[in-house]
């Protein structure tokens, strides 16, 4: 094509996607300032050695390989993160679903039950770990009470086999009432005529449940897990208030072993760490959608 | 229409299901109970034996002692600017990026979009010191502008408000556009107020996500006039002699405004929320 | 109404933004004959503290700016945890502090990384007059000395000794141990069921001492061997972790709240701290008035502690260092180190200010007891963290060590060699 035929095209582009540009100019500008290029310049230090006051010294892969291959500490931590989400995600969409499943069951004051298991997922992690560490106290209510009841008092955090444990569960309390709203909300678009269609067909309530409720669930199901998961590996705030990865890292997330290291200046191996999750995190997607696309 | 509850899966007795809410509630407020009870009590009786459930003496030294030795008022006006305007930043920004991308073609469209997800899997701390030495290039260290503007716009917010917008029969928009109206013209007369309950939500997540944030404002704030609730209640908590019925107050404080805006517009907004995540 | 809404918020953040852009700064509208030599043109220098209410370094800036009018302060109160997030943030890229209060156990990442000015230059070598060396101990000169360089002032110090209940001593007919058999005898003569113990704290501070009443040390002299891990540290951390085999010590884990919890109901009868500890005890537990005592903690082959406090500190991106160091030299001064402990209830690192009769008082807390000349007496044997590059990452290993020996997890030859394997992993890189 000539030139006045190739520029004629490109007016005739711009007029045509220039308003769509136009809408996304701002946010997308605002993202690339600060969030791409912090991304992109924190990537170029994870292949640097950087304490971010002296000069930067070019080691390639050295921080990735060290991490992945001889980092106990970081072994833990993923090792943590990963049992992290898998009680989590075990235990929290769960209940949401039976919370959600009993409250659809047309009982008076649901708003109220909602509104209870709602509330601790409007308040802050900081404030809900702030309440926990209180409550775990070696003298705090929990202990109280199992001492009413005889029991020896337990070591919530102090005990390196329970301490992740305990953290799960101040997690769970406060992440659970997101999943019982949403599976509500998709338990009450599924059609009565279903349900009693399958009762006229002599179906018992188990059944019902695998056939019906189940298969309509599936793609909220999918949506949780997918925030659930890249949620629950970037576990921070309850760390850092809480037990501050101890005892002898018991309780060392990726993201809090992350932070320690930023802390002790040690800005490339810290932003290797962060791209390993990052990568882990786009497995996982992937293989989520995939997973979801093979059964539907 | 009269249901019978043998109908739905698990078969449950009123009692029984009754019961099992009202415990399982109370359980949940528990924790919540239990801060605001520590918070009127006396230190010494935090970790009485056997505990008080009801403070008894009652106080309210705790709250006086925060509300009096931190500029509570001051910290309270920050949240509520920082959240306030980075709430309107992103009704704007979002929705109108949203609706580029569910129903404008352009090139590279999803291929951005795409790009832009995959923003979400990097943690934020990462970014932590590089946008930090940013603010400090532009000048903005210390300032509000570096509380709220790299804060107008999120990738959440546009994912989520592009599920809404995907939602919208073009043939309502190509209406409108066949009646002359230019593309922001349907953006602002048809997309948009369709799009309503999901900006209901994007305005409470967005507004909790301001409010709530606590690393970033510690960081790039230095001078106690600019700081926000979180990073204010947390300087009294780091002291050497941490007073936990004083922590609980400061605690409530900081939680009660979030939590007070959420009962007033519930409806709306697990509404909009449960809408959103519904449409995949 | 929208509208309404809309432009009053305006209004405000207009207001609000146009206040906003940093430290406020005041010019220095005077025309009064200057005191001091320094040059003329007004100047700011921003102030952080972390003190928190009991702060010696506020009360200092009226006076000072009173004796420089051309120097205004911008002080910022940011508590200990932030602060050192902070450093590390604003260190790496953007608008530093002039003066910065700084944990003598951050020096040693911040120094090998050249974060702070050298003030030997700034002070022509003397410190009010004196030459540095003779205006502190040979330890605290020690602590702020790295690769020749003066790299912080010493503003307050912290060493432990034994905090002792002189009350249930006397009551139980105890003598007040001076060495470890001592100690162990006391301490099972103390303790009743789940109530006064000695308290153990799996860490580097009260760990290390341990191994310093033992002769040993965490370092080779030339810090390029861990060594704590040699015989005498282990036997030292052996004794340590024979008072919690025996029931006498109790571990201090976070969970059991704050130690001044432990104090007032009797959890603990015994624990080794600083003196700044001594100012909480008075503000938190005024109940108790008389019934602690301070000793020089016992030890085995000498006396040991630790050696840390805070040092004020003038960051390298700082732009007005003469400044900075006019007021830290100011905070140097004798009346005003006087005044840390009048205020704050902390040691000051001065060595006047250490022996001036002000500060070594009769202290009717404890008993009458001049209980400074306790803690000076520790500070002639407390020895400073070593200055590594690596501190952080040795410090972590030889904490995790103490915890899983407290936890009984490893035998304390196990939980040392390993940490120790891991500690000179990271200091030979």
């Given at each position: 094509m000539t030139v006045i035929q190739h520029s004629r095209k490109l007016t005739y582009s711009i007029q045509k996607y220039g308003i769509s540009y136009l809408f996304i100019s701002v946010p997308l500008l605002s993202l690339i300032v600060f969030l791409f290029i912090p991304m992109i310049v924190s990537l170029w230090w994870s292949l640097n050695d950087y304490s971010g006051l002296t000069a930067a010294k070019f080691v390639g892969l050295n921080n990735y390989i060290k991490l992945l291959t001889d980092d106990k500490i970081f072994a833990k931590s993923l090792l943590n993160t990963t049992l992290f989400v898998l009680l989590g995600m075990s235990i929290g969409p769960t209940l949401g679903l039976l919370t959600a499943m009993m409250l659809n069951q047309?009982?008076?004051f649901s708003s109220l039950f909602r509104t209870a298991y709602y509330l601790p997922v409007m308040t802050s992690l900081v404030v809900v770990s702030t309440i926990w560490l209180m409550l775990y106290n070696r003298n705090g209510l929990f202990n109280v009470v199992l001492q009413e009841f005889g029991l020896p008092k337990v070591?919530?955090?102090?005990?390196p086999d329970i301490a992740l444990i305990s953290i799960v569960f101040a997690s769970v309390w406060q992440g659970f009432g997101f999943e019982t709203v949403v599976f509500l909300a998709a338990l009450q678009s599924i059609p009565r005529e279903l349900y009693e269609a399958a009762m006229m067909d002599g179906a018992g309530a188990w059944a019902q449940f695998r056939y019906i409720t189940l298969p309509a669930l599936r793609p909220v199901i999918l949506f949780v897990y997918i925030i659930g998961i890249i949620g629950s590996y970037q576990v921070f705030d309850q760390i850092f208030v809480m037990?501050?990865?101890?005892?002898?890292?018991?309780?060392?997330?990726i993201v809090y072993y992350l932070f320690d290291k930023f802390m002790d200046l040690r800005l490339g191996y810290a932003s290797a760490i962060a791209y390993i999750l990052f990568a882990i995190l786009v497995i996982f997607s992937y293989l989520q959608m995939r997973i979801s696309r093979e059964r539907a | 229409m009269n249901i019978h509850?043998?109908?739905?899966?698990f078969t449950f007795k009123r009692t029984g299901l009754y019961t099992l809410l009202i415990v399982s509630s109370l359980l949940m407020i528990i924790p919540f109970y239990w801060s605001v009870s520590t918070s009127l009590k006396l230190e010494q009786n935090v970790f009485s034996n056997p505990p008080q459930?009801?403070?008894?003496?009652?106080?309210l030294e705790n709250y006086i002692h925060v509300l009096t030795r931190i500029p509570f008022p001051r910290y309270f006006a920050n949240s509520l600017i920082v959240a306030v305007i980075t709430t309107l930043g992103h009704v704007f920004f979002d929705t109108l990026a949203a609706y580029a991308f569910a129903k404008l073609k352009f090139p590279f469209r999803d291929q951005i979009f795409f790009f832009m997800l995959l923003?979400?899997?990097?943690?934020f701390q990462v970014n932590l010191i590089p946008l930090y030495k940013i603010m400090a290039t532009l000048h903005w260290t210390d300032t509000y502008l570096a509380l709220i503007v790299p804060n107008l716009t999120s990738i959440f917010g546009i994912f989520l408000m592009r599920q809404f917008m995907l939602?919208?029969?073009n043939e309502l928009l190509d209406a409108a556009r066949m009646d002359g109206c230019t593309e922001f013209g349907v953006f602002r007369k048809v997309a948009l107020p369709l799009a309503l309950p999901g900006i209901a939500t994007l305005i409470i997540f967005t507004f909790m996500g301001s409010w709530n944030d606590f690393l970033w404002p510690r960081i790039v704030t230095n001078s106690e006039k600019l700081f926000t609730l979180p990073v204010g209640l947390a300087q009294l908590q780091?002291?050497?002699?941490?007073n936990v019925a004083q922590i609980m107050a400061g605690t409530v404080l900081t939680a009660l405004p979030m939590i007070i805006v959420f009962l007033f517009m519930q409806r709306q907004f697990i509404e909009g929320m449960t809408a959103g995540a519904l449409k995949e | 109404m929208y509208k309404k809404v809309l432009f009053s918020l305006g209004i405000i953040l207009g207001l609000l933004l146009s206040s906003c852009g940093g430290a406020t700064t005041e010019p220095a509208a005077t025309e009064a004959p200057?005191?001091?030599?320094?040059?003329?043109e007004p100047v700011t220098i921003t102030v952080w503290d972390y003190?928190?209410?009991?702060?010696?370094?506020?009360?200092l800036i009226e006076p000072f700016q009173a004796l420089h009018p051309n120097i205004t302060i911008n002080y910022e109160s940011i508590d200990w945890d932030t602060t050192l997030e902070k450093l590390n943030v604003v260190l790496t890229g953007g608008e530093p502090p002039d003066v910065v209060t700084v944990d003598m156990t951050w020096i040693p990442k911040f120094a090998a990384l050249g974060a702070?000015?050298?003030?030997l230059p700034l002070s022509d070598g003397k410190l009010n007059g004196i030459p540095w060396g003779e205006a502190y101990t040979a330890g605290g000169l020690k602590a702020i000395t790295y690769n020749d360089q003066i790299?912080?002032?010493?503003y307050d110090f912290d060493v432990y000794a034994l905090y002792y209940r002189n009350d249930l001593f006397e009551q139980k007919g105890i003598q007040v141990p001076t060495n470890w058999d001592e100690l162990m005898t006391a301490a099972k003569a103390l303790e009743e069921g789940e109530l006064y113990k000695y308290e153990f704290d799996a860490d580097t501070f009260h760990g290390s001492q341990w191994i310093y009443e033992n002769g040993?040390?965490?370092?080779?002299t030339d810090n390029?061997?861990?060594?704590?891990?040699?015989p005498e540290a282990v036997e030292a951390i052996t004794f340590n972790d024979s008072l919690l085999v025996n029931s006498?010590?109790?571990?201090?884990?976070?969970?059991?709240?704050?130690?001044i919890q432990g104090v007032k109901d009797g959890r603990i009868a015994m624990f080794s701290d600083g003196p700044y500890y001594m100012g909480i005890m008075k503000s938190a537990?005024?109940?108790?008035?008389?019934?602690w005592r301070v000793a020089l903690h016992p030890y085995n082959k000498q006396p040991g502690s630790y050696l840390g406090g805070t040092g004020l500190a003038i960051p390298?991106?700082?732009?007005?260092q003469e400044a900075a160091w006019l007021f830290i030299q100011y905070a140097m001064e004798l009346e005003n180190q006087v005044n840390v402990y009048k205020l704050a209830g902390a040691a000051p690192a001065l060595k006047e200010a250490l022996s001036s009769p002000e500060v070594n008082v009769e202290d009717p807390y404890f008993g009458?007891?001049?209980?400074f000349s306790i803690f000076l007496q520790s500070m002639e044997t407390a020895i400073p963290f070593?200055?590594?590059?690596?501190w952080s990452d040795i410090d972590d290993a030889f904490t995790n060590a103490m915890q899983q020996i407290a936890l009984a997890e490893l035998s304390v030859q196990e939980a040392l060699d390993q940490a120790a394997a891991t500690a000179q992993e990271a200091l030979d890189q």
């Open positions: 047309k009982v008076r070591g919530w955090l102090s005990n037990s501050s990865g101890g005892p002898v890292y018991s309780t060392s997330t | 509850p043998k109908s739905f899966g459930w009801i403070p008894n003496p009652v106080t923003a979400l899997m990097v943690p939602t919208i029969p780091m002291k050497n002699t941490s | 200057i005191i001091t030599e320094e040059a003329a003190y928190g209410e009991a702060t010696p370094v506020k009360p702070f000015a050298d003030l790299i912080s002032a010493l040993g040390t965490l370092l080779s390029t061997k861990v060594v704590f891990n040699s006498v010590a109790i571990n201090w884990t976070e969970d059991e709240g704050e130690r537990a005024p109940e108790m008035a008389g019934q390298v991106g700082s732009d007005q009458g007891q001049k209980a070593p200055y590594v590059r690596q």
